[in-house]
């Protein structure tokens, strides 16, 4: 039997949310928080977001489940990949993966 993850949560920070104390439900970050398509355009050239984040956007813990979780998570990591903040995720077998973009 593969081992196949089913459950990704991640948690993001970057420079402007970095010192805020994380809290799973609450915690929103204009920068690194997750957008759905209609806030999170990105300007080609000035690499910042078109336009304001919407009201449930932001967030910044992100959980990815179900078969696909792990290739949903790594086509969301990829957009993220312009960003210069930190990923913490986990399957929830406690195997821990960090990526610093
Ligand atoms: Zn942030
Ligand atoms: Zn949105």
């Avoid at 805020?20 to 957008?35: A, I, N, V, W, Y």
């Avoid at 690499?47 to 998570?73: D, I, K, M, W, Y």
């Amino acid at each position: 039997m593969r081992h196949e993850p089913n459950l990704v949560v991640s948690q993001t920070a970057c420079q402007v949310c970095k010192d805020d104390p994380f809290d799973p439900e609450t915690s929103k970050c204009h920068e690194c928080g997750s957008r759905c398509d209609q806030c999170g355009k990105i300007d080609q050239k000035t690499g910042q977001f078109q336009t304001p984040l919407c009201e449930s956007c932001g967030h910044r813990e992100r959980v990815f489940n179900g078969f696909n979780c792990a290739a949903e998570f790594c086509k969301w990591l990829c957009t993220k990949a312009h960003k210069n903040f930190t990923v913490l995720a986990h399957n929830g077998k406690g195997k821990q993966f960090m990526y610093r973009l």
